[in-house]
């Protein structure tokens, strides 16, 4: 790669964020669950199989001379941690009740890792110039997005009470490790991995 080259890469940005990625296994059952929910719910966006994460810190718009630098800091954090156990627990929504923004899919397990790895998170991306959100950390799988209405026949229902019927536990896995993604808009799945970064 010439000089030129390399520096219209070094200045080119991308949407990053780091997450926690789901097996497949448990990517295809909440997929599975999520049909069912789909044929008596209308949202607008619903998230393909293949991208169901847990966030920790969305990064935003990146330059990419800065993600070496972004891996150094990851993995340093990756090394301090071990491996735990989560499951997929119960649904929920961001927004009104009659017209939630998001459906969601919580997580139950050993939370307080996962907190305490967000945390670190966090903080080791702080000195790279970062911000952490304000609003507090809530863990959770996003499945769909903007509601707009029930399907004809389940008018007298509310998202929650159709959610709650669906709402099979269970389904854990490990989590060894966690991911940098870069967001591909208008692309099937939009998640790319960037890294991964692995647990002692």
């Given at each position: ?182 967001t591909r808009l208008g ?14």
């Amino acid at each position: 790669m010439n000089v030129h080259k390399l520096q219209e890469h070094a200045s080119r940005r991308e949407r990053l964020f780091i997450a926690v990625r789901l097996p497949e296994s448990v990517q295809q059952f909440l997929h599975m669950q999520a049909q069912l929910i789909r044929n008596k719910l209308d949202f607008r966006k619903w998230t393909d199989h293949r991208d169901y994460h847990i966030t920790l810190q969305f990064l935003g718009d990146t330059l990419m001379s800065e993600v070496g630098h972004l891996r150094t800091a990851l993995h340093a954090v990756a090394t301090h941690f071990q491996a735990f156990d989560l499951q997929l627990s119960d649904w929920g929504t961001f927004g009104l009740e009659k017209t939630p923004k998001v459906l969601w899919r919580g997580v139950n397990g050993d939370i307080e890792r996962l907190h305490h790895l967000q945390q670190q998170i966090v903080d080791a991306t702080k000195n790279l110039g970062f911000e952490a959100e304000l609003r507090p950390y809530r863990a959770h799988i996003t499945v769909a997005r903007k509601y707009l209405g029930s399907f004809p026949g389940m008018e007298h229902y509310g998202v929650s009470e159709i959610v709650t019927e669906h709402a099979s536990h269970g389904n854990s896995w490990t989590v060894d490790g966690f991911v940098l993604y870069v967001t591909r808009l208008g692309q099937t799945p939009m998640y790319e991995t960037v890294d991964t970064f692995s647990f002692s």
